[in-house]
């Protein structure tokens, strides 16, 4: 007897088969792509933007002009790339492949428990953001801290110690909780950096798109990703007060006035009590102009660096920029 022809049609009352959740896998493509860009990044306009910053969150009263001023002061064009070497380097290096690793696993359970895609993926970048500052953010933001804010043993006609000695220092005398000094403040921006990046970078992908007509799905040109992920960067320094407490819990400055054993929420109360709201915004414009540079870097330099790799390794870059 021959078979009979099939008519493709699904038998009534059968559950179509549920799809496959897979876990993304990271890629060492795709991690040598994010440690180039983010080399690249700091290396450049990268640390200029973080020193400025970090010293105007430090030096409450200078206004931008002050801060380029007092950084050219202490080192000539070489202070605007204090901490860049080692504990720059590191933290580009390796948080890339700290969040990856994170962010996949974290975004395969929210989904496991059936989270949809945008919730998954901002849970994701959060978990990511926390394990960047406790596995190698917390450490390098407080050694980098420290070489900008210890500038005021120099003006005392003191020769400061060696980048390794001022962390040997902190180590004997303070052990690993000196310096993962502020790690609490670090893990707090970066989770709501990630957060809010990621939400309000797709809050202006959606109004780029309806403006160009382009919300069937079609491709973003180059300079309409670099405007929804730069508002997206820029719009995320809504988060600038926990910053201002970070690099005042890892600040060098001497102040007998501060609290000792400062906590995040000491170190609230006491910019707020002698700087008020606008203190806690301070180096907020340098801030923007980062994450500006980091999304320039991310998304116009990420398709030649990406076919760079891809060339080099042989392997298919997955990772977005």
Not at 113 to 128: C, E, K, L
């Amino acid at each position: 007897m021959s078979a009979a022809p099939s008519t493709g049609q699904t038998t009534p009352g059968a559950v179509s088969p549920k799809p496959t959740l897979e876990k993304k896998p990271v890629k060492f493509s795709n991690l040598l792509l994010g440690a180039g860009l983010n080399m690249f990044e700091v290396t450049t306009l990268g640390q200029p933007l973080e020193v400025v910053k970090t010293t105007m969150a430090a030096n409450r009263g200078d206004s931008f002009a002050g801060a380029l001023s007092r950084i050219y002061g202490r080192g000539g064009v070489l202070g605007y790339y204090q901490g860049l070497i080692p504990w720059a380097w590191i933290e580009a290096s390796t948080k890339g492949a700290v969040l990856l690793f994170v962010a996949s696993e974290a975004e395969y359970w929210a989904k496991s428990f059936g989270a949809p895609d945008f919730v998954s993926g901002i849970s994701g970048g959060m978990a990511g953001g926390v394990a960047q500052a406790y596995a190698t953010m917390g450490f390098c933001t407080c050694m980098k801290t420290v070489e900008i804010t210890q500038h005021k043993i120099a003006a005392k006609g003191v020769k400061p110690p060696s980048t390794f000695a001022t962390f040997m220092d902190i180590y004997r005398k303070e052990g690993i909780r000196g310096i993962n000094k502020g790690v609490n403040a670090v893990a707090i921006r970066q989770t709501t950096n990630w957060g809010s990046r990621f939400g309000l970078s797709r809050l202006a992908e959606g109004g780029i798109r309806k403006v160009t007509g382009k919300e069937d799905g079609t491709k973003l040109n180059a300079f309409e990703k670099i405007l929804s992920s730069g508002l997206g960067g820029g719009l995320s320094a809504w988060n600038q007060p926990i910053e201002v407490i970070r690099v005042e819990m890892q600040s060098k400055t001497d102040d007998p006035n501060r609290p000792k054993n400062l906590t995040v929420g000491k170190t609230l109360k006491y910019v707020y009590s002698n700087n008020g709201m606008k203190g806690l915004y301070r180096g907020v414009t340098p801030r923007i102009a980062l994450g500006v540079w980091q999304t320039i870097c991310m998304v116009a330099l990420g398709d030649m660096a990406k076919e760079a790799v891809e060339a080099l390794t042989g392997d298919k870059v997955t990772a977005k920029h």
